[in-house]
């Protein structure tokens, strides 16, 4: 490939980004006038915040600190959510969300983002927390590998399941 050129150049003018079915229609910010680019930018802002804020949260259950752990941890997952609203919207996100691909892992998403908040709030249990997130975790990956062709199948098979 010739320098300058790629997929992710962006200090080329135009055809910066290409045109995949990510940036098809219209995203959740299509009243800003947001370029292909800006839109990654926002993506990709949100992603490391969401993932910034997880950390800080995960951090402070070290001292302790449950209920903001809980707040902090979540918080950062629906930020990594909504940053999909960048690239194709929040209407198509919750559309392709219950896919039947992906259905079951997103269920379980949603529901262990507001178990955590049960165990931390109601029931004050830092482990039961630490288990909700866990599986939090694992189903958003699950979730986000339906996303790529044969990812799963991959994963499967290296963790020795497929």
């Not at 915040?49 to 979540?74: D, K, N, P, T, W």
Request: hydrophobic fraction near 55%; charged fraction near 10%; glycine fraction near 12%.
């Amino acid at each position: 490939m010739a320098p300058g050129k790629g997929w992710l150049n962006l200090e080329a003018g135009s055809s910066v980004i290409p045109d995949t079915s990510f940036f098809e229609g219209d995203s959740a910010f299509k009243f800003l006038n947001l370029s292909k680019t800006t839109r990654l930018y926002g993506f990709i802002g949100c992603l490391i915040a969401g993932f910034v804020l997880s950390l800080l949260g995960s951090i402070v259950l070290l001292f302790g600190m449950l209920v903001l752990f809980s707040v902090l941890y979540i918080l950062g997952t629906i930020i990594s959510l909504v940053g999909t609203g960048f690239l194709i919207g929040f209407f198509r996100q919750v559309k392709l969300m219950f896919k039947p691909v992906r259905v079951f892992a997103a269920i379980i998403l949603l529901a262990s983002i507001g178990l955590v908040f049960v165990g931390a709030f109601v029931l004050k249990n830092g482990v039961l927390c630490i288990i909700f997130v866990v599986i939090e975790f694992l189903a958003y990956t699950w979730y986000t590998l339906s996303y790529i062709p044969y990812a799963r199948a991959a994963v499967t098979k290296a963790v020795g399941l497929g």
